[in-house]
């Protein structure tokens, strides 16, 4: 069984362009968040999905955004790109509305 | 604002030794509470978790105790080994919302 993929897995954008992120789930799963991971810190909370509608949201500006599509995949979009948006971004999902989230591998986004 | 306080940040302990991660939440609404486990290059994997209706939870040689009064919980890994040298990654959540700690470095010594 596939786990969570993420693509692409790795990135290279410039300042103030926009960069879309995406993300399946293990199949079955209706829940997907996504987190920002900057090396040597833990996973900062971005945004979390389930049945295709925003359920929460971490303390990032409104150049982040996401959404999930009928097949639960999902994307983050992020617009205006900053030096500091270069990070790790982490993609979960999880079969309900609780409980524990399984990890994909990661974007590494690298803004220049 | 961090919500979940970890410690130690790092963590040396010798093959067959206890290790102790520590964290400490604040937000009381969060009722899940699980441990995952990170190597390099990898997303993070989940070990083990608890919710706030039992003290706690034992899984091999891994266990959470929890403290609900004190809002802090612990993993113990015992018999440590070299494979169990990561990063370990306390997070505290709810059905909207899920906070991680800042990550404590395993290492076991051989």
């Known amino acids: 069984d596939a786990g969570v993929t993420q693509s692409p897995t790795h990135l290279i954008k410039t300042r103030g362009q926009h960069v879309t992120l995406r993300c399946s789930p293990i199949?079955?799963?209706?829940?997907v968040s996504w987190y920002q991971q900057v090396l040597g810190q833990g996973p900062q909370f971005i945004f979390q999905?389930?049945?295709?509608?925003?359920?929460g949201r971490g303390n990032f500006p409104d150049r982040f955004s996401a959404r999930q599509f009928p097949n639960y995949s999902s994307e983050l979009n992020v617009n205006a790109l900053l030096l500091g948006d270069s990070a790790l971004y982490l993609c979960?999902?999880?079969?309900?509305?609780?409980?524990?989230?399984?990890f994909g591998s990661g974007t590494r986004l690298t803004v220049v | 604002q961090q919500q979940v306080k970890q410690s130690p940040q790092s963590l040396i302990v010798q093959k067959g030794g206890i290790s102790i991660i520590n964290c400490a939440y604040e937000?009381?609404?969060?009722?899940?509470f699980p441990w995952y486990q990170q190597f390099p290059g990898k997303g993070p994997a989940l070990l083990i978790a608890?919710?706030?209706?039992?003290s706690e939870k034992k899984e091999g040689r891994f266990t959470i105790s929890f403290n609900k009064s004190a809002k802090q919980f612990s993993l113990h890994i015992m018999d440590s080994q070299p494979g169990d040298s990561a990063t370990y990654f306390c997070?505290?959540?709810?059905?909207?919302?899920?906070?991680f700690g800042a990550g404590t470095r395993l290492t076991v010594k051989p």
């Open positions: 999905y389930y049945e295709k509608e925003e359920r």
């Open positions: 608890i919710r706030p209706d039992v």
């Open positions: 199949s079955g799963h209706k829940s």
């Open positions: 979960a999902s999880r079969l309900g509305p609780s409980g524990g989230y399984t």
């Open positions: 997070a505290a959540g709810n059905n909207n919302d899920m906070r």
């Open positions: 937000n009381t609404a969060f009722d899940y």
